[in-house]
């Protein structure tokens, strides 16, 4: 399993307004059956993030999937640009493998 993490960095005044553009994504890959949720940092260094998307990925493929979801009679593209012109850079996106229960390589535990 997969983890891709999005990280936002925005100005307080536009949280509100991220979170609900925030809010959209995680509804949009819950609605294709992803696990999906916002994580909103109660502490933040330096440069950190001020909101993150995170989905669960059974497979690489599925980055593309996320490039283009939106849902019935949504237009993704219409609320994806409205939501870049507050952030303050492109989002930093990670990508994370999920370390499994796997036997160790010399069949000890």
């Known amino acids: ?3 891709a993490r999005f990280s936002y960095d925005l100005l307080p005044v536009n949280r509100e307004r991220a979170i609900d553009f925030v ?3 995680v509804e949009a890959a819950q609605r294709e059956g992803l696990t999906a949720r ?15 998307f995170e989905v669960e990925l059974t497979n690489l493929d599925q ?3 996320l490039r283009h ?3 019935p009679g949504q237009d993704t593209g219409d609320w994806m640009r409205a939501f870049s012109e507050i952030l303050l850079r492109p989002p930093c996106v990670e990508i994370l ?5 796997r036997p160790a390589a010399n069949g000890s535990a």
Request: charged residues 30%.
């Open 1 to 3: 399993m997969y983890i």
């Open 23 to 25: 809010r959209r994504e």
């Open 38 to 52: 916002l994580l909103v940092p109660l502490t933040r260094g330096e440069g950190g993030a001020a909101l993150q």
């Open 63 to 65: 980055i593309e999937t």
């Open 69 to 71: 979801r939106g849902g």
């Open 97 to 101: 493998r999920v370390d499994g229960d």
